[in-house]
């Protein structure tokens, strides 16, 4: 019956032999590409290998700080039970034990109190002390009967600080012949247990298997840590890149903006602010909502086939000419810039920043402006600027500007300006051109009975105080205005009829406030209009 046991028992040997060997053959690529990964880092050229490595070097040092401030206090405790049971049983099984925890505790407590710089040196020496610790404890478990222990918790617990302990050196190379050493120390005790092993087979597979978990272990948490330190830098480059090249579009270009996926705004610069005139939030607003609707799908197709283009990174960016709508519905013709930025901010769809170049000889007023054309023409002759209107006719005849500034601040403010203008033959610049016309009869009336009061002349520094007035703006159409709320007359000297006219106080209007006051002066107009006829 022996004999055929030991026939049975070797032919079983053979075909697991056989079936093993045939898997290695089949898995022999992925057993050298291991062992080619534990014996020297990859050869791969990595633009962010050094930091990296400086990445993983501060983690670890936290890892095993944070091991040391946990293992004061599990210390402390072991410590305390093994010298009251080495009191009560004093054997050689009790005193390995103590002294193996004091060792530990010692080891802990230097680097938890900061007594000693934590170096990456010192944080390895400390993983390699501690491992060397555990694979004593694993030596000693075949003596265990000894001591006032229970053999099976201890082998639990040693087994789960073999877990932590790869976890926390966070090095599967540093961690792997020592998890070697400790899965044939533990074979070895259980070898020499005082009961044995039933299964020798089995008891040597099973610790295979929990070197091989224990090492994936480590090797998987390895690879998070570098994956997401990797993904942070990416990030944190594109963040900068992006950052800087935003700062350098807008030196060169009117706007810029970033767009998400979906087209709306991820974030915008005030340039683009300036180019609309417009001091409103556009964060998540659709860019589409401020293209003229007549390019709405010129841009839409623009976007799709640079898009597409921009996938072969040859050439310049591509161009189109649009118009985005302003503050009151102004038109700007801007030359549009677009490049797709695949995979900003971790996304799968692509990123587009828009550069504008605006083409100011084709700005278009605002859409309303041709329903009051009646209104800029009424005024012809030596009343002057009947082609220019508004504020923007005053500097078409500047001469000479003197500033007051303040170098305190890093720009040098303005605080006041004064200007002087040149005369030009029937090109004079009048009041008559700057405000409206429905403030201009009420105006000219208390400038003419200013100028004609005989106490006005006496003192440059008396002021009359008149109603708000309403002044057309620079590069705006009659419908934008700004309103003067405080206006004042004074003489300019005693011997000449010249008054000084002070507008202050400036608040920006709309066309309802102008249709408003109209209905108020109207009659007063009127009533202005039939005297100058008659």
Request: proline share 4%; aromatic share 8%.
């Amino acid at each position: 019956m022996a004999d055929v046991w030991n026939h049975d028992s070797l032919g079983a040997v053979a075909l697991a032999a056989s079936f093993l060997a045939l898997h290695m053959v089949f898995s022999a690529h992925h057993l050298r590409a291991c062992m080619a990964w534990l014996i020297k880092p990859s050869s791969e050229d990595d633009p962010c290998g050094v930091r990296l490595e400086m990445a993983l070097v501060e983690a670890r040092r936290a890892n095993f700080f944070k091991l040391a401030r946990f293992g004061t206090f599990a210390g402390a405790g072991g410590l305390t039970y093994f010298i009251y049971a080495y009191i009560v049983n004093p054997c050689l099984g009790e005193a390995s034990f103590a002294i193996t925890t004091l060792i530990m505790y010692v080891q802990f407590t230097v680097v938890a109190s900061q007594s000693l710089e934590l170096t990456i040196d010192i944080a390895e020496f400390g993983c390699c002390s501690f491992y060397g610790l555990l694979l004593l404890c694993y030596l000693e478990l075949p003596f265990i009967q000894e001591a006032h222990i229970d053999a099976k918790a201890y082998d639990t617990c040693c087994t789960a600080i073999r877990f932590i302990l790869a976890a926390v050196a966070l090095n599967t190379r540093l961690s792997f012949p020592w998890q070697l050493l400790i899965s044939a120390g533990q074979v070895w005790s259980d070898f020499r247990a005082p009961g044995g092993v039933h299964h020798p087979a089995f008891s040597v597979f099973l610790q295979g298997v929990v070197l091989g978990l224990t090492i994936l272990g480590s090797y998987t948490l390895e690879t998070c840590v570098r994956c997401s330190i990797r993904a942070q830098f990416h990030c944190s480059d594109a963040e900068s890149l992006m950052v800087s090249f935003r700062q350098l579009l807008r030196g060169v270009c009117d706007g810029e903006v970033l767009l998400d996926s979906n087209l709306r705004i991820h974030s915008v610069s005030d340039c683009l602010k300036h180019l609309l005139m417009s001091s409103t939030n556009m964060h998540g607003k659709s860019f589409q909502q401020l293209l003229d609707p007549a390019d709405l799908q010129k841009f839409r197709e623009f976007m799709e086939t640079s898009a597409s283009q921009t996938e072969q990174k040859n050439g310049p960016p591509t161009c189109l000419h649009v118009s985005l709508l302003g503050a009151a519905s102004t038109r700007i013709p801007v030359d549009l810039y677009h490049v797709p930025i695949s995979k900003l901010y971790g996304s799968h769809d692509p990123y587009h920043l828009i550069a504008l170049k605006e083409d100011s000889d084709q700005r278009a007023p605002p859409e309303e402006a041709v329903a009051f054309p009646h209104r800029h023409r009424v005024f012809s002759g030596s009343e002057g600027g009947a082609l220019v209107t508004g504020l923007q006719a005053l500097f078409g005849n500047l001469s000479e500007m003197s500033f007051l500034l303040d170098p305190a601040t890093g720009s040098c403010d303005v605080h006041r300006a004064q200007l002087r203008f040149r005369h030009r033959p029937g090109k004079e610049i009048n009041l008559r051109s700057i405000v409206l016309p429905t403030d201009w009869a009420s105006i000219h009336e208390a400038v003419t009975q200013f100028s004609e009061r005989p106490d006005a002349a006496q003192t440059t520094s008396y002021a009359h105080r008149l109603p708000t007035i309403r002044c057309r703006m620079l590069d705006r159409c009659s419908r934008i205005y700004n309103s003067a709320h405080l206006v004042e007359l004074s003489a300019h000297s005693r011997i000449s009829r010249k008054v000084w006219l002070r507008l202050g106080d400036l608040v920006e209007g709309t066309a309802s406030g102008e249709r408003r006051h109209l209905h108020r002066v109207l009659p007063e107009l009127r009533r202005s209009r039939s005297q100058t006829s008659v």
